[in-house]
């Protein structure tokens, strides 16, 4: 059984911070690419970043330079550290992690957590 847990979210003034984090839990497990994805009312999901094990990332435009992904995969645990927020980046976010556990590889999402920015 894999867990992926998310916390850090939360309200903030636009122009703030903060720092999501998304950590796997389970036995036997090894990650490969991890990332992070939102969903705002009325919209498709759509991927924010993501990052492989050896640590090449990739970032929706909307987010350069603003955002940074990381992960401590001693830890199995991907962050979005998110500077200068904007009122758009309002969204659930959720992280997701491509898993091979005991031979078999799966995709496993997080139950998400709440990003409000005021402006």
């Known amino acids: 059984q894999v867990q992926l847990v998310e916390s850090g979210g939360g309200l903030v003034q636009a122009g703030g911070s903060l720092r999501l984090s998304c950590a796997a839990s389970?036995?036997?497990?090894?990650?490969?690419?991890m990332g992070w994805y939102r969903q705002a009312p009325g919209r498709q999901r759509e991927l924010v970043a993501a990052?492989?094990?050896?640590?090449?990332?990739n970032y929706a435009d909307s987010v350069k330079g603003r955002f940074t992904i990381s992960r401590d995969n001693a830890k199995n645990t991907v962050y979005l550290q998110m500077n200068s927020l904007k009122p758009e980046d309002t969204a659930v976010y959720h992280c997701?992690?491509?898993?091979?556990?005991?031979?078999?590889?799966?995709?496993?999402w997080g139950q998400g957590t709440q990003v409000t920015v005021s402006s």
């Open positions: 389970g036995s036997g497990l090894r990650i490969n690419a």
């Open positions: 997701n992690a491509d898993v091979v556990i005991w031979g078999s590889t799966a995709l496993y």
């Open positions: 990052i492989t094990r050896g640590g090449g990332t």
